[in-house]
């Protein structure tokens, strides 16, 4: 991985030469406080079929971590909860070879194939108690039952981004919402997650606070914007607007990670979104885009959305 630093307005460009990598902080932001037994929300009673809301509650407890609202997000995506009759939810398969209101192309449902209670011997795709228990074992096999690793088992169950996205969007809808200083430091960090997320492939312009394009403190300050929270235009400026993280807290999404000399010659920052990536808009040529970043030039980190008030 090589690194070029030059610098521009309040950012210093860091050129990471690598692979790209999304994270599981949009799924860890976007679900926020969710708990593994979160009651079911009111659109969630209004829109799952009540057998299929079960067997979401259900089938998550097999899995430690797993939050049934993300099994009920893929199932709604999949099949609208068994209630789709499209090919291949009821019978056969669609044009991808995907089988089963959980959607299983036929060799993944083999690997993970389970009988839930009350299912069909031996496991069957079409049967909603199978499909839904063996579409926990792989979700948790992948990852799920960590939110730092969330994001990515989602994107094991179908390789796409927006899918990953529209996934834990929507579990987000399903989960009864939290109260307090903690739900509302979640829900503005998620909302200054959303928006990035929304900018990724936008340019880097020097100077730029969009919405065609953006420089990587333009970014962080249009961010939070969006989510209610005023912030100053460059880097320097927003970490010396603090909070300041303490080193031994762990990072959460939404938390601005800065790079630079010193805690005064900070030149980069970035929205953190977990597993050691974040959202930026790293140089001249580049887009805004999700990246890992480097310790070197490491000085600290903010938590500008925990100054909201509830």
């Not at 902080?25 to 929300?41: D, H, I």
């Not at 099949?79 to 192309?105: C, I, K, R, W, Y």
């Not at 939070?224 to 400026?237: D, F, I, K, S």
């Not at 031994?248 to 010659?265: A, C, E, I, N, W």
Request: proline letters at 7%; one cysteine or more; aromatic letters at 8%.
């Amino acid at each position: 991985m090589r690194r070029l630093v030059v610098l521009g307005f309040g950012c210093v460009v860091v050129l990471l030469v690598g692979p790209l990598v999304f994270v599981a902080g949009v799924a860890q932001v976007v679900l926020g406080g969710l708990s593994t037994g979160a009651p079911p929300s009111s659109t969630a009673v209004a829109t799952i079929p009540q057998h299929y809301l079960i067997l979401y509650e259900e089938a998550a407890t097999t899995c430690q971590g797993l939050a049934w609202t993300v099994l009920a997000a893929i199932g709604t995506i999949e099949s609208d909860n068994g209630q789709s009759t499209l090919p291949g939810v009821h019978s056969g398969h669609n044009p991808a070879g995907a089988e089963g209101p959980m959607q299983f192309e036929p060799a993944t449902f083999v690997r993970y194939a389970t009988v839930g209670p009350g299912g069909v011997v031996p496991a069957n795709p079409y049967d909603p108690v199978d499909a839904i228990y063996s579409a926990a074992k792989m979700l948790c096999a992948d990852g799920a039952g960590s939110e730092a690793t969330l994001a990515n088992a989602v994107y094991a169950y179908n390789h796409s981004w927006s899918y990953v996205n529209e996934v834990l969007s929507l579990a987000a809808t399903y989960g009864a919402s939290l109260s307090g200083p903690s739900a509302t430091r979640q829900a503005v960090a998620a909302e200054a997650v959303s928006y990035a997320v929304a900018q990724l492939g936008k340019p880097y312009v020097w100077g730029g606070t969009g919405p065609a394009s953006f420089d990587c403190s333009g970014l962080v300050r249009a961010a939070y914007a969006a989510a209610g929270v005023a912030l100053p235009r460059t880097a320097q400026e927003q970490y010396d607007a603090g909070p300041v993280v303490a080193p031994v807290q762990q990072l959460k999404p939404g938390d601005l990670v800065f790079f630079g000399s010193s805690v005064s010659g900070i030149g980069h920052v970035g929205i953190y979104v977990g597993s050691g990536e974040m959202i930026d808009a790293p140089h001249s040529g580049a887009n805004v885009r999700m990246e890992s970043y480097r310790w070197s030039d490491y000085v600290g980190a903010t938590d500008p959305a925990s100054r909201a008030s509830p």
